[in-house]
């Protein structure tokens, strides 16, 4: 499996942003579609995940409300809306998925793509 994650690029707070992850390769492994990110500084931290059928859906409570996680199965692709973007939001953004039931952690994930910066400016 393959994850390309692209969109990202910078703007400035409060304005909005798309990313996307083309996925390729073994679709059973495309179960559950995640978003993380990593400051500079930081640890990966998670963002959102989606479920195989797009009912399933979480967001960690510092994009609540901000962003929205989507997939299309057809084209093996999950998008990532986000809006209201503040500077915290800096980070590089990783698609993510793996083969079964969602989780929050990264460690749980079996692919990942080779993210995308995003850069938040005042």
């Known amino acids: 499996v393959q994850l390309q994650a692209s969109g990202g690029g910078l703007v400035q707070a409060g304005g909005s942003l798309r990313l996307s992850c083309a996925a390729s390769g073994r679709t059973s492994s495309l179960y559950c579609l995640a978003w993380f990110r990593q400051a500079p500084g930081k640890e990966r931290e998670f963002v959102a995940h989606i479920s195989g059928s797009g009912t399933s859906i979480f967001y960690s409570d510092s994009v609540k409300g901000r962003f929205t996680i989507s997939r299309d199965n057809a084209k093996n692709t999950v998008h990532l809306q986000m809006n209201s973007l503040k500077l915290e939001d800096t980070a590089i953004y990783f698609c993510?998925?793996?083969?079964?039931?969602?989780?929050?952690?990264?460690?749980?994930?079996?692919?990942w793509g080779q993210g995308t910066l995003v850069t938040v400016s005042s």
């Open positions: 993510a998925s793996r083969g079964s039931y969602c989780y929050t952690s990264g460690a749980k994930f079996d692919y």
